[in-house]
């Protein structure tokens, strides 16, 4: 995928994190912006790791994203909870999956149109 396109879902998801935060509270905006924090970590690994194939960076996000998650059983410094939050939720780790998978099949279908056929 090349990085301009990466950057620019990147971009997109952090306005779809930020309207979703302002639409919505609740579950909608707790439990999709799990989702969407992931998927921003996987375009992060794309823009770094250009050539990364979808389902290494689905892991490696989804990864990622558990272990900030089980880090908040330990405590955290204070500087870092607004980053990383403080409290662990184990209902989160089914959303940040979901975000790693959602992004990964869109990765996927988007290298399937725009890949040359030989």
């Not at 990383?84 to 780790?93: E, I, M, Q, Y």
Request: proline share 8%; charged share 10%.
């Amino acid at each position: 995928m090349p990085r301009p396109l990466a950057a620019i879902a990147a971009v997109a998801i952090v306005i779809c994190g930020l309207g979703l935060r302002t639409l919505w509270d609740g579950p909608v905006a707790k439990y999709g912006g799990d989702a969407l924090y992931t998927a921003l970590i996987y375009l992060l690994l794309v823009l770094l790791l250009p050539r990364i194939r979808p389902w290494a960076a689905a892991l490696a996000s989804a990864a990622l994203s558990w272990a900030i998650e089980f880090a908040q059983l330990a405590s955290l410094p204070r500087w870092l909870q607004p980053v990383l939050g403080s409290t662990f939720n184990p209902p989160d780790l089914f959303w940040y999956a979901a975000g790693a998978a959602a992004t990964a099949v869109a990765h996927t279908l988007w290298m399937a149109r725009h890949t040359p056929r030989g």
